[in-house]
């Protein structure tokens, strides 16, 4: 299936690597122009801009932390400053922290709230002053948000939760604007943080229908359809790409 996104502006947070650079390829392939933040490798996100740019658009890295209010707004600016617009914003960036409840430190909590739920409330905030008609805002949430096979979680289970009700009251409020709002929710996907070759791999495979991790280019296909013409009336849901986890 081909879905044009032929001169439309993306923005993706976190899209230096795994998931989010697959997202961020499978965009310009589709023909948009992409943004994307990175916190760390300015080497790593370089290569994703000429990947980008090898497809023949425009690629544009802005290093900003989605735990940081200022930096997080100021990137979607950006984007529009460069781009002269923006259509679809996918909220991609996340941490990942994991200890039982009563060894979780408040600077913990706070940290990962403000990267997991602040963080994609701002970055929507900002690009609603920019999305017109048919705008996307895609959210990348988990398949823990909805079901918890073992212990040590919570924090981060709860913090995917959020995206759940925020994506549905915000499809409420932009609809009659023809802007739709969707969560992904991926399981098992091999990336640096999570390689298929991991140690506890076959444990994690167990949970799945399938019987093999996904690749990051099973999430960034979906994101691919809900971004284009093809997902115009899909908004305020969460879509499970997880290979059966919640089977």
């Known amino acids: 299936?081909?879905?044009?996104?032929?001169?439309?502006?993306?923005?993706?947070?976190g899209g230096s690597r795994g998931i989010g650079a697959a997202i961020v390829k499978k965009l310009a392939q589709e023909g948009a122009h992409v943004a994307f933040t990175y916190i760390h490798s300015e080497e790593k996100a370089q290569?994703?801009?000429?990947?980008?740019?090898?497809?023949?658009q425009r690629g544009l890295a802005i290093r900003a932390d989605s735990g940081n209010s200022k930096e997080i707004m100021e990137a979607v600016e950006r984007t529009v400053d460069e781009?002269?617009?923006?259509?679809?914003?996918?909220?991609n960036a996340g941490i990942f922290p994991t200890g039982l409840l009563e060894n979780i430190t408040l600077e913990e909590i706070d940290h990962t709230l403000a990267v997991n739920v602040r963080g994609v409330f701002l970055a929507s905030q900002a690009a609603l002053k920019h999305l017109g008609k048919g705008g996307r805002i895609i959210s990348i949430g988990s398949c823990f948000a909805h079901h918890?096979?073992?212990?040590?979680?919570?924090l981060y289970a709860m913090s995917k939760s959020a995206l759940i009700g925020f994506t549905k009251g915000l499809a409420r409020d932009v609809g009659s604007r023809h802007i739709t709002v969707n969560v992904?929710?991926?399981?098992?996907?091999?990336?640096?943080?999570?390689?298929a070759n991991s140690p506890n791999a076959d444990e994690k495979i167990k949970l799945?229908?399938?019987?093999?991790?996904?690749?990051?280019?099973?999430i960034a296909a979906m994101v691919g359809f809900?971004?284009?013409?093809?997902?115009?009336?899909?908004?305020?849901?969460?879509?499970?790409?997880?290979?059966?986890?919640?089977?």
């Open 1 to 13: 299936m081909t879905l044009s996104l032929k001169n439309k502006v993306a923005l993706v947070t």
């Open 47 to 56: 290569d994703v801009v000429a990947k980008i740019t090898d497809m023949g």
């Open 83 to 91: 781009f002269n617009r923006l259509d679809i914003l996918v909220n």
């Open 148 to 154: 918890v096979p073992k212990p040590g979680i919570s």
């Open 184 to 195: 992904v929710d991926p399981g098992s996907t091999d990336t640096d943080m999570n390689p």
């Open 208 to 218: 799945l229908a399938l019987d093999h991790y996904g690749e990051g280019k099973d």
């Open 226 to 247: 809900l971004a284009s013409e093809s997902g115009r009336f899909i908004t305020g849901t969460c879509i499970a790409v997880d290979g059966g986890f919640g089977a």
